[in-house]
């Protein structure tokens, strides 16, 4: 079973910005798309953003698109979530996903914590 590779999370105040990245190790396979949800204590996972290998991304909500932007290195099979603006409501930990092209199924990392103090 192949795990996603993430890091980049942490503490950080409010108004400060912070940097995610996801490798698929090994490049063991290609991705069709990327992308990240995110969990906070006591609630469900809801999706922050994604990116489509071939073009193309969205984002979960306007106020994440506001101020997250998603980006890809296609030769090291990568995909970045640059956040920025960052708001205690943030604080949450980060799963990044990839679709594998061709097959239809995903994969997960384990999660990175981000930490947002007010």
């Known amino acids: 079973q192949v795990q996603l590779v993430e890091s980049g999370g942490g503490l950080v105040q409010a108004g400060e910005s912070l940097r995610l990245s996801c490798t698929v190790p090994?490049?063991?396979?290609?991705?069709?798309?990327m992308g990240w949800y995110r969990q906070a204590p006591g609630k469900e996972r809801e999706f922050v953003a994604a990116l489509r290998w071939s073009g193309g991304s969205e984002y979960g909500t306007e106020a994440v698109k506001d101020r997250f932007t998603i980006s890809r290195d296609r030769v090291k099979n990568t995909v970045y979530l640059q956040m920025n603006s960052l708001k205690p409501e943030d604080t949450a930990v980060y799963y990044c996903f990839a679709n594998r092209a061709g097959w239809g199924d995903r994969y997960w990392g384990k999660g990175t914590l981000v930490t947002v103090s007010s």
């Open positions: 090994g490049r063991t396979f290609s991705p069709s798309a």
